[in-house]
């Protein structure tokens, strides 16, 4: 091989170095400009924050996230999948959609496998019972009880143990009687007001449109159990991800600041919340 046959090989391999690291170095923020294209992970069963209406998906999340999408990736399709709740996250690591725009609970667990926006709405947990159910007035009345929660849910069960542990078997020997899992909320509800459970543990934003829809049917329990917590969005934990999360978290915190966030909230809960602007709130479960 003569020097100029060598000179070319080495020009020809930095050229491919220099393409490779220019690939590498595009992010997921940068991707999703380019082909013009964001998908989505929703729960829309999920209300008031995500639910389908005349085959729509709608809600305080959505208008939200729909808020933000225009403002920051204008020209950009929304294509927005109504997925299980249960398999989400598993399909956000493996690739499956870009980023979840669903209430998902932040917890220590979570925070050390996943990427969270600043919060969405606080997740404080209650329960809901039937209207003409006198035997329950507060949390404490759950003894003995069999209670209802969707699958997945994995920081209401553990609100729930914790509150049984730390209160109810301390103070009475005995917790819950049994746990049921339901696949979504909405089942839960169905079974609660057909008596086949007797309460439903969600959050005070979930359950407050329920029951101003059907105070004949539905009363919450006041006040919440269990510790403060709050609702996120989420992406993957990784390098290539780091620009989409911040571009939504910045978008959360804009919207928090300037009273978008609480007009919306207004909207569809028909109160406020008072949420960290800031930072994601260290997470005591």
Not at 168 to 179: M, N, S
Request: with cysteine; net charge neutral; glycine share 8%.
């Amino acid at each position: 091989m003569t020097r100029k046959h060598i000179a070319l090989a080495l020009l020809l391999v930095a050229c491919c170095l220099a393409l490779g690291n220019t690939v590498q170095a595009k992010d997921l923020l940068s991707e999703i400009k380019e082909r013009g294209e964001i998908v989505i992970a929703t729960e829309a069963r999920f209300a008031p924050f995500e639910m389908i209406e005349d085959g729509k998906i709608v809600g305080y999340a959505k208008d939200l996230m729909d808020s933000i999408l225009k403002e920051g990736l204008p020209g950009v399709k929304l294509k927005q999948l109504d997925l299980p709740y249960q398999g989400m996250l598993a399909g956000l690591n493996a690739k499956r959609f870009d980023f979840v725009c669903t209430s998902v609970t932040i917890t220590k667990e979570r925070l050390d496998k996943y990427a969270f926006t600043l919060p969405i709405s606080t997740a404080s947990v209650t329960i809901v019972k039937r209207t003409n159910d006198t035997s329950i007035k507060t949390a404490e009345d759950l003894v003995g009880k069999t209670v209802g929660i969707q699958a997945g849910a994995a920081p209401y069960f553990a609100a729930l143990k914790e509150y049984e542990a730390t209160v109810l078997k301390p103070k009475f020997g005995k917790g819950v009687a049994e746990i049921t899992e339901f696949i979504d909320n909405d089942e839960a509800y169905a079974a609660l007001a057909g008596g086949r459970v007797d309460a439903v543990v969600n959050t005070v934003p979930n359950l407050a449109p329920l029951v101003k829809k059907r105070p004949e049917t539905f009363a919450i329990v006041m006040p919440p159990f269990g510790p403060p917590s709050y609702f996120a969005w989420v992406g993957r934990k990784d390098a290539d991800s780091a620009s989409l999360v911040k571009f939504f978290s910045d978008g959360i915190a804009k919207r928090n600041k300037d009273g978008e966030m609480a007009k919306l909230q207004q909207k569809w809960f028909g109160f406020t919340m008072d949420v960290p602007s800031d930072k994601i709130p260290e997470p005591s479960i």
